[in-house]
């Protein structure tokens, strides 16, 4: 629990990290474009100025000559002279199409009217001109930087992400394999030697019942080292009785639990209950489940089991009466580590989930669970059937 509590904080910092650098940057350019704004104002007024001082009469040649050096230094605001009446005389920095020219300046005049009020131009007594004007193109282009600059960052990060998801995976799963293979090899050979300890003991003439018990349970470290060794690998899936397989389970676990623990079990299915199974590996899910509820019971319950069928697909649902797990913990109770146990490793339901969905393509989820009301795992299966 402690791994994933860390790992939420981590995702915490990052994300406001990430949001801090976003409002910085956003911050940072919308005060740069301010400042660009009111630089291309203060060049829209002295180009209002230069038209001005051109129409009036008397202008030196120094003068003129920089008047003319002004207006032709104007090439990125788009500008729109226009007299008294809103007649336009003249446009700058305006890309026209090569047809219905004249309604295109009318509708880009009208834009700019809605933009900011215009520069108005005295050129003397009752005549007057008006200067319209928009952002340039390179300042709607700045305008837009941030925002395009933190788009391809989050998708730059998004693939980042899956790639190292991916291989991150891939390394659990290479892991996962040499463990359980290892773990396989490890417990092969004292359980073929347990075995032959057990024919000596049958002929030393042991209690018959105590041997037979202590048979099946190394019978169960056959069955637990065939479960490992299959890890990895593409099981066989032969036609199996689910609720023979269930049954046979629950049996083995009811003998091995206290007397405290009431299990349940109830079918209500509509066909046979014939489906693609791998035996060994379904009994540790239904192992690992029951197990868990009797920890989360505290030796003490009912854990009830139902199957029911619904078109092609078979349910399970396991539920206990034990003391529930909220949201959060319901959201990381798969994921390999998670363990409420002081010494649990947090495999089991791991282990569970990869076999009901990689090998026999079911789903397993929590059905519903909440602090106090115990909780309903749901396993689905197929039944195989076209």
Known sequence: MQIYSRKKWWKIFLIIGAAVISIASLFYTNRLVNELKEEEQKKIELWAEANRQLALDGSTGETMALILEILRNNTTVPVILTDDSSQIIFHRNIELPKSKQEAYLQKELEKMKRFKPPIQVQLGEGEYQYI??????????????????LLVVFIFMLVAYVAFSATRQWEQDQVWVGMARETAHQLGTPTTSLLGWMDVLQMKQADPELVNEM???????????????????????PPEDIEAVINGMVAYLRRRSS??????????LLTNPIIPLSKPLFEWVIENLCKNAIDAMEGEGTI???????KRQIFVDISDTGKGMTRAVQKTVF???????????????????????????????????APGKGCVFRIVLPTGDK
């Open 259 to 268: 007397s405290l623990v009431r299990f349940q079990v109830k079918t209500s």
């Open 304 to 310: 009830a089991i139902k199957l029911h069928q619904q």
């Open 132 to 149: 319209f004007y928009s952002d340039s193109i390179l300042l709607v282009k700045l305008q837009w930087f941030p925002i395009v600059q």
């Open 215 to 237: 048979r099946y349970d190394i019978q169960r470290l056959q069955t637990i080292t065939s479960r490992f060794s299959k890890i990895g690998s593409k099981p066989d899936l």
């Open 335 to 369: 994921k390999p580590g998670y363990s409420t146990k002081v010494r649990g490793w947090g495999l089991g339901l791991t282990l569970s989930k990869r076999i009901v969905e990689h090998y026999h393509r079911g789903q397993i989820s929590v059905l519903s669970s």
